[in-house]
């Protein structure tokens, strides 16, 4: 899909009804939502806007986690107001959402060999490319990264779905202590890497995938407005030769080299060596 | 009772007019917040509402805004998105053909840093029949330079609304900012200047802290404050211009909800304008329409201009206070 920014991948409104209520980790919420027409449209990496039930504040954007059968799940951290309000959210009660948006992961290459690297809640975005990935014969290498072991959430689904693991805390719990991308740049070179998570971890391995010679899909985060690509105001830089880059006059016309592209339309994936952060 | 039901009244209409601008709703997207409408199509009927005002356009290119643009803040967010757009030459020519043929009327919105820039862009934009009317946006409050300077002084106001209004019939709403001293003399300057019709009110300004980093929290480091938080200073803004011109308002700020909606009419508004309200739920202004539909109805109201004001009273005792008078 990166690359191809403007695929219609028809987006609706969706009224979901609760399925499943988990709490994966202190504060790590897992809701399995009755979504038919959203299972079978999302694409690895593509993202809810979900409303709020109390309406009392802007929509929450998060990852498709899972999609199958007639099932999307999110996964999310209980971070402030809007996930303190889904995490009170039981079976059967209906939630609304708008999706499946933006352009995910493009796994349709034949790379054999594959690195994904996750932070925290970012193991979220990176399932659906997971699994795509291992259907099609792919070597997947999940470098996978959290403050503590409990928030190591579902790694072993990960590991029995096929994956090699390389994991890292913080705190030295479980795997490597430090930065999941410490683990990353001391491995072999993978011919292509996947990635999301908190910004500073993106950029690095951005920079790693430059050292090896290989190129990287970002999943990036950022406070969004709207989330459907009407505000502007989740934006980053990006080259502005990017297929991804939004209409904009090159300098030679007046306008710039680097155009600032929203991360809700033009992304939330984009490849490092575009991006200009 | 059976007689009765043989005249039942037809539905109340919610039919507006802002100068020659006629609308089937008296609802607004507000500028910068619905983008070109078609990021909002899949999940919103744009022929149930009454215009969508476009993001505004400079004469030259914008990057905008270093990031982050947003804040979420109690009851609202602030923005600082610093108008960025292509610059009206390339919006001619790769961006305006979007809009032909949308089921809803789309309003133009003009930003600029020099008198002559309102007038030029103002000038090409109107000239467009995709256009039906212009927005002035002289009130934008997140640009680093003069950005709000325009809708700030009520001379300066003055001159860009003779300048744009010089280069155009299509009717011209003039947005003004509450960032100020007096807002009913610039509406005043506004309305002598030939405005069609005023919108009231712009994001009001603000900033948030990140105190972990000690580092304001927008790129721009200030804001605009959007949302229900403004709600009462844009009722009061409108309660208060409504007196003082007989051009149309539009009434914006923090519009959720049906009772939201009611506040501006009452307070003197002709339509209202919806903004970051489709960021909690697009279907927002379809259900306004349908529940002021219903809410007409329930009071036997034939239209919805018959409340435009209704809540403007007298204080009963001016002075009521020993010792005021002196």
Known sequence: MIGMAMLDLHPRVAATTILERRELADGVVLLTLHAPELANATQPGQYLMVIPPSGEAAATALAVYEAEGKRVSILFFVTGKRTRELATLACGDRLDVLGPLGNGFDCSGDTRDVAIVAGGVGIASVWLCARELLRRGAHVRLFYGARTAELLVDAQRFADAGCELVLATDDGTRGERGFVTDTLVRSQRPELIYACGPSPMLRRVGEIASGFGVRAQLSLEETFGCGVGGCWGCVVPLSNASAQAPSFPPAERGGSDVVYARICKEGPVFWAHELRW | ?326
């Open chain 2, 1 to 326: 009772m059976g007689a009765r039901t043989a005249v039942v009244n037809p539905q109340p209409a919610l039919a507006i007019k802002l100068g020659k601008l006629e609308l089937a709703f008296p609802t607004l997207m507000g500028s910068g917040c619905y983008g070109s409408g078609e990021e909002f199509a899949p999940f919103a009927d744009l022929s149930k509402i009454g215009a969508i005002v476009l993001k505004s356009v400079t004469r030259l290119p914008r990057l905008g805004n270093p990031t982050p643009r947003l804040v979420h803040t109690p009851a609202g967010m602030l923005n600082a998105i610093g108008l960025q757009n292509p610059g009206i030459e390339w919006y001619l020519e790769r961006e305006l053909h979007k809009y032909a043929g949308r089921p809803c009327k789309i309003v133009g919105s003009v930003a600029g840093f020099e008198i002559d820039d309102y007038a030029y862009v103002c000038e090409r934009l109107a000239a467009r029949d995709e256009i039906e009317a212009i927005e002035l946006n002289v009130s934008c409050p997140n640009v680093a330079r003069e950005g709000e300077t325009f809708g700030c002084d009520p001379d300066l106001t003055a001159r860009v609304v003779e300048a744009a209004r010089a280069t155009t019939n299509k009717t011209l709403i003039v947005k003004l900012s509450p960032n100020v001293t007096d807002i009913v003399a610039i509406a005043r300057q506004a309305e002598n200047s030939g405005a069609d019709a005023l919108a009231v009110i712009n994001t009001v300004r603000g900033m948030a802290i990140d105190v972990e980093t000690w580092r304001p929290r927008l790129g721009n480091i200030n804001g605009g404050l959007s949302g229900p938080a403004i709600r009462p200073i844009a009722v009061l803004a409108v309660y208060e211009i409504a007196q003082a011109v007989s051009i149309p308002i539009v009434g914006q700020g923090g519009i959720e909800t049906l009772a939201d909606a009611l506040e501006f009419f009452l307070a003197g508004a002709t339509a209202i304008s919806i903004g970051t309200a489709n960021f909690t739920d697009p279907r927002i202004p379809e259900r306004l329409v349908a529940e002021l539909q219903a809410y007409l109805t329930r009071r036997n109201i034939a239209s919805i201009q018959e409340i435009v004001g209704q809540a403007h009273v007298e204080i009963a005792t001016p002075h009521q206070y020993e010792g005021d008078e002196g």
